[in-house]
């Protein structure tokens, strides 16, 4: 940024751009790049939540159900597993999204 500002900054701005919006439109891409790591972690947040909240549901009613209908309650345990193995399974997708796209920003701006 200090030795190169015209290509570290040339990103910020679409070629041909009109000279009084160019103020304007380096305010709104400098803050984008502030925003997509957060959003980023937002929506990893929000995935990884709703996969505990299904779990935590369906734990509750296999507890409720067991002394009421045990079969039912064991088919409900069964898909819990399915389910815990399933979570597993997303959260390493997740984490190698978050990853690749948190790098992928940080490329672009380095």
Avoid: C
Wanted: proline content about 7%; charged content about 5%.
């Amino acid at each position: 940024m200090r030795n190169q500002p015209t290509i570290a900054l040339g990103h910020l701005l679409p070629e041909g751009t009109p000279t009084p919006l160019i103020p304007v439109l380096i305010i709104i891409e400098t803050i984008s790049l502030f925003i997509r790591p957060i959003a980023l972690g937002v929506r990893l947040t929000a995935n990884l939540t709703a996969g505990h909240l299904l779990i935590q549901l369906i734990a509750t009613a296999a507890f409720v159900l067991a002394p009421l209908m045990p079969t039912v309650a064991l088919l409900t345990a069964t898909l819990l597993l399915l389910l815990t193995l399933l979570e597993v399974a997303v959260a390493m997708i997740q984490a190698y999204v978050f990853v690749l796209l948190l790098s992928l920003y940080l490329q672009e701006n380095v």
